[in-house]
């Protein structure tokens, strides 16, 4: 080109040679570049030309020039391309943790979330990760995710450490740099909730702070989704212990006037023989005794009530089961209520073909007396009672039904609940009979419910599923 | 013949200052106890001719009085236990009670059984009276292997016959589904409780008017059966 250019457009063209480089290929080749620039334009373009002499020193100057131009040239270069590639991770990053955000809001339960968090984190970072949360004990527990690596003693310890002191720690952080992983407390607002073990594949992913940092978001986000879950989970127990709560105030409003009716008509009794026995004619002190007798009689039922809806309640409820015909068991629960059923007209269809039922046979005569004492509370004395029970292929049927007032509208289902009381005959049980119905016929995988009738009345009606392989039929005898 | 003498174990006062009015307004000579291990030193020096024991003792369990009583003596033994208890019913019939009464329970029930248990005694010394049966409408004759209801003779199976005689032996006091098998089936069947109740709910569609509300043949839930006797 000399020289037909002159020397000062030159320099430019080496110079535009060095920008290009550095943004190719970084500082190193760069810096090579500016060096051998000034050495090349010294050796073709600077009298003597081919030797590296100067032969004008103002010469000199121009070289000094030229190579700090073109250092700091590729200096600017190169961290203007690393911003770039800075900017344009951390914009990744954001996308990653924007998708990640999203996915935690949709996670419900806590190992969802772990395994969640642990999976962007390990897309992101390129790195192994540990959830570890407390357990019943307070000891911290890696959850099962995919991508999780096995915990050493130093993990261990220094994952307790993040935990206890609130800070990160390991690989990367003032604490034990040297570590292979780093540990980043999971902060809720009210305390740690647990720690997040990275391990990354690459040992220098965390040497300079800003992936760190963004790792750090990641994690207070996990965070953040963990504490909102246990933050539900607890106003969730919560709701069930006020419910619990009210249930039990109810129960002991319902059963201190329960239990203080009959033990008041019968202390009232009592004291009235006591006092005046002699004075009182024969019928008067008769018909005290009975009163005492058949209040006593009420409380009983009443307090086996209670102990049955609390064994039903607790979960303590063991069904024996076995092989019943169901005409059977009604007449057992037809024999106990003999003689409140005295005065009623009580009519029983049961088909003598009628499959035999795996029940417990003690808890379905208990629903059978308390459906009939239902009946015998709830409607006109000596009104008509009919029990029938049918087949299908799946189940039997059992229903009880009355000529009584019926049931109000609407209350059809309302009656199983506890503590509901039917009028007119309010106050005269717990309100538990039907509930606890409901609870044995659930137990026995069956339905209950009940219907107003539409010749008046109404009728209760329960299922037992026949489940489970029949007996072996019963040999004949001739 | 003598006032009959019963022995009570009980720990409950209130339970048994009930009773000691009760059986001895009717003429017993009551015994009481308040722990199984006085029970039985008792029940060996009073010689009674009935012994009550209440399931729920503070000592031992009531259970493993009847086993040690059952292990010399033949002595009729009443339970008392709560409703909701079948199980240890079941268990204190096996092992050798001979009947139950569920607490709460009005005197009357407690003084039936007693009469029964009585009358079983004094029955197994003479047995050839115990020819015939006969409660309300059902008559069975043992001598000619009969069963009559009202006038009309019922034809019985072979193991109906038998099912019918066993709980006739025992009239009036509760047995279990395994005595039963054990008695009519033999030892072999006793895990098939079901053909118990299968052959139960035959008898009664041959003896009574209505089957589902039984008048005789009395269903005690997840005890066993009762043949009435009163």
Redesign the interface.
Same mark, same amino acid.
């Given at each position: 080109m000399f020289p037909f250019f002159e020397l000062a457009n030159l320099i430019m063209t080496y110079l535009l040679a060095v920008v290009v480089i550095a943004t190719r290929h970084g500082r190193g080749p760069s810096v090579v570049a500016s060096v051998m620039s000034v050495a090349a334009f010294d050796f073709f373009f600077v009298p003597p030309y081919l030797t590296f002499a100067v032969a004008d020193t103002q010469y000199l100057l121009t070289f000094a020039v030229m190579l700090v131009v073109g250092l700091v040239i590729s200096g600017l270069t190169v961290r203007i391309r690393l911003q770039a590639e800075v900017a344009r991770q951390r914009e990744e990053r954001t996308a990653a943790l924007y998708a990640m955000s999203r996915e935690l809001a949709e996670a419900g339960a806590v190992d969802d979330l772990v395994a969640t968090a642990a999976r962007h984190i390990t897309e992101v970072f390129g790195a192994e990760v540990a959830v570890l949360l407390p357990d019943a004990e307070g000891k911290l527990q890696a959850r099962r995710n995919k991508a999780r690596f096995p915990l050493e003693e130093n993990d261990l310890m220094l994952s307790r450490w993040a935990f206890e002191h609130r800070q990160p720690a390991g690989l990367g952080t003032a604490m034990s740099d040297a570590a292979h992983a780093v540990h980043l407390p999971l902060l809720g607002h009210r305390g740690p909730i647990g720690v997040v073990s990275v391990r990354p594949r690459r040992r220098d992913a965390f040497t300079t702070p800003e992936p760190l940092r963004q790792l750090e978001t990641f994690v207070n986000q996990t965070a953040l989704a963990l504490e909102r879950t246990r933050l539900a989970d607890e106003a969730q127990d919560a709701r069930v212990r006020a419910e619990t709560e009210r249930l039990r105030s109810a129960l002991l409003t319902s059963v201190s006037h329960d239990l203080r009716t009959p033990l008041a008509a019968i202390t009232g009794a009592a004291t009235t023989i006591l006092d005046s026995g002699a004075r009182l004619d024969q019928r008067v002190q008769q018909e005290l005794v009975e009163s005492v007798r058949d209040e006593a009689e009420r409380l009983n039922r009443l307090v086996q009530n209670l102990l049955e809806m609390t064994r039903l309640e607790s979960g303590a409820l063991q069904l024996h089961r076995d092989w019943h015909p169901l005409e059977e068991v009604i007449g057992a629960a037809l024999s106990r209520l003999a003689k409140r059923l005295a005065n009623r007209r009580v009519t029983t269809q049961v088909p003598p073909d009628l499959p035999l039922v795996a029940i417990d046979d003690v808890l379905i005569e208990q629903v059978l007396v308390n459906l009939l004492d239902n009946a015998i509370k709830y409607t006109p004395p000596e009104s008509p009672i009919r029990i029938i029970a049918t087949a299908t292929d799946q189940a039997v049927t059992v229903e009880v039904a009355d000529h009584g007032p019926g049931l109000p509208r609407g209350e059809e289902d309302k009656v199983f609940e506890k503590f509901y009381r039917g009028q007119p005959a309010g106050g005269r049980g717990a309100g538990l009979g039907l509930a606890i119905c409901q609870g044995i016929v659930q137990a026995h995988g069956g339905r209950i419910w009940a219907q107003n009738l539409p010749e008046g009345g109404v009728a209760f009606l329960f299922t037992l599923p026949l489940t489970g392989t029949p007996p072996a039929s019963v040999p004949a005898d001739a | 013949m003598p006032d009959p003498v019963v022995v009570l174990i009980e720990d409950e006062p209130q339970i048994r200052r009930f009773l000691r009015a009760t059986l001895t307004g009717q003429g017993y000579r009551l015994f009481e106890a308040t722990t199984g291990a006085d029970g039985l030193v008792e029940v060996g020096s009073r010689q009674p001719d009935v012994v009550i024991v209440d399931l729920g003792l503070p000592d031992v369990d009531g259970i493993d009085v009847i086993r040690r009583l059952r292990e010399w003596t033949a002595v009729p033994i009443i339970v008392l236990s709560a /409703?909701?208890q079948? @199980?240890d019913k079941v268990t204190a019939l096996d092992a050798g009670a001979d009947d139950y009464v569920s607490k %709460?329970f009005?005197a009357s029930e407690l003084l039936a059984r007693i009469r029964v248990a009585l009358r079983h005694t004094a029955g197994a010394s003479h047995e050839a009276d115990d020819a015939a049966f006969t409660i309300g409408e059902l008559r069975m004759d043992l001598l000619h292997r009969q069963v009559f209801v009202g006038d009309r003779e019922v034809r019985l199976? !072979?193991? $109906?016959y038998k099912l019918l005689a066993t709980l006739v032996r025992h009239a009036g006091k509760v047995v279990t589904h395994q005595q039963l098998l054990r008695e009519v089936w033999g030892p072999t069947h006793t895990d098939?409780?079901?053909?118990v /109740?299968?052959?139960?709910?035959h008898l /009664?569609?041959k003896l009574e008017a $209505?089957?589902? @509300? %039984?008048q005789y043949l009395?269903?005690? !839930?997840?005890v066993g059966y009762r043949l009435t006797t009163e």
């Amino acid at each position: 080109m000399f020289p037909f250019f002159e020397l000062a457009n030159l320099i430019m063209t080496y110079l535009l040679a060095v920008v290009v480089i550095a943004t190719r290929h970084g500082r190193g080749p760069s810096v090579v570049a500016s060096v051998m620039s000034v050495a090349a334009f010294d050796f073709f373009f600077v009298p003597p030309y081919l030797t590296f002499a100067v032969a004008d020193t103002q010469y000199l100057l121009t070289f000094a020039v030229m190579l700090v131009v073109g250092l700091v040239i590729s200096g600017l270069t190169v961290r203007i391309r690393l911003q770039a590639e800075v900017a344009r991770q951390r914009e990744e990053r954001t996308a990653a943790l924007y998708a990640m955000s999203r996915e935690l809001a949709e996670a419900g339960a806590v190992d969802d979330l772990v395994a969640t968090a642990a999976r962007h984190i390990t897309e992101v970072f390129g790195a192994e990760v540990a959830v570890l949360l407390p357990d019943a004990e307070g000891k911290l527990q890696a959850r099962r995710n995919k991508a999780r690596f096995p915990l050493e003693e130093n993990d261990l310890m220094l994952s307790r450490w993040a935990f206890e002191h609130r800070q990160p720690a390991g690989l990367g952080t003032a604490m034990s740099d040297a570590a292979h992983a780093v540990h980043l407390p999971l902060l809720g607002h009210r305390g740690p909730i647990g720690v997040v073990s990275v391990r990354p594949r690459r040992r220098d992913a965390f040497t300079t702070p800003e992936p760190l940092r963004q790792l750090e978001t990641f994690v207070n986000q996990t965070a953040l989704a963990l504490e909102r879950t246990r933050l539900a989970d607890e106003a969730q127990d919560a709701r069930v212990r006020a419910e619990t709560e009210r249930l039990r105030s109810a129960l002991l409003t319902s059963v201190s006037h329960d239990l203080r009716t009959p033990l008041a008509a019968i202390t009232g009794a009592a004291t009235t023989i006591l006092d005046s026995g002699a004075r009182l004619d024969q019928r008067v002190q008769q018909e005290l005794v009975e009163s005492v007798r058949d209040e006593a009689e009420r409380l009983n039922r009443l307090v086996q009530n209670l102990l049955e809806m609390t064994r039903l309640e607790s979960g303590a409820l063991q069904l024996h089961r076995d092989w019943h015909p169901l005409e059977e068991v009604i007449g057992a629960a037809l024999s106990r209520l003999a003689k409140r059923l005295a005065n009623r007209r009580v009519t029983t269809q049961v088909p003598p073909d009628l499959p035999l039922v795996a029940i417990d046979d003690v808890l379905i005569e208990q629903v059978l007396v308390n459906l009939l004492d239902n009946a015998i509370k709830y409607t006109p004395p000596e009104s008509p009672i009919r029990i029938i029970a049918t087949a299908t292929d799946q189940a039997v049927t059992v229903e009880v039904a009355d000529h009584g007032p019926g049931l109000p509208r609407g209350e059809e289902d309302k009656v199983f609940e506890k503590f509901y009381r039917g009028q007119p005959a309010g106050g005269r049980g717990a309100g538990l009979g039907l509930a606890i119905c409901q609870g044995i016929v659930q137990a026995h995988g069956g339905r209950i419910w009940a219907q107003n009738l539409p010749e008046g009345g109404v009728a209760f009606l329960f299922t037992l599923p026949l489940t489970g392989t029949p007996p072996a039929s019963v040999p004949a005898d001739a | 013949m003598p006032d009959p003498v019963v022995v009570l174990i009980e720990d409950e006062p209130q339970i048994r200052r009930f009773l000691r009015a009760t059986l001895t307004g009717q003429g017993y000579r009551l015994f009481e106890a308040t722990t199984g291990a006085d029970g039985l030193v008792e029940v060996g020096s009073r010689q009674p001719d009935v012994v009550i024991v209440d399931l729920g003792l503070p000592d031992v369990d009531g259970i493993d009085v009847i086993r040690r009583l059952r292990e010399w003596t033949a002595v009729p033994i009443i339970v008392l236990s709560a /409703r909701g208890q079948e @199980r240890d019913k079941v268990t204190a019939l096996d092992a050798g009670a001979d009947d139950y009464v569920s607490k %709460p329970f009005g005197a009357s029930e407690l003084l039936a059984r007693i009469r029964v248990a009585l009358r079983h005694t004094a029955g197994a010394s003479h047995e050839a009276d115990d020819a015939a049966f006969t409660i309300g409408e059902l008559r069975m004759d043992l001598l000619h292997r009969q069963v009559f209801v009202g006038d009309r003779e019922v034809r019985l199976t !072979p193991i $109906e016959y038998k099912l019918l005689a066993t709980l006739v032996r025992h009239a009036g006091k509760v047995v279990t589904h395994q005595q039963l098998l054990r008695e009519v089936w033999g030892p072999t069947h006793t895990d098939q409780a079901h053909y118990v /109740r299968v052959y139960m709910a035959h008898l /009664r569609h041959k003896l009574e008017a $209505e089957p589902a @509300r %039984p008048q005789y043949l009395l269903t005690e !839930p997840g005890v066993g059966y009762r043949l009435t006797t009163e």
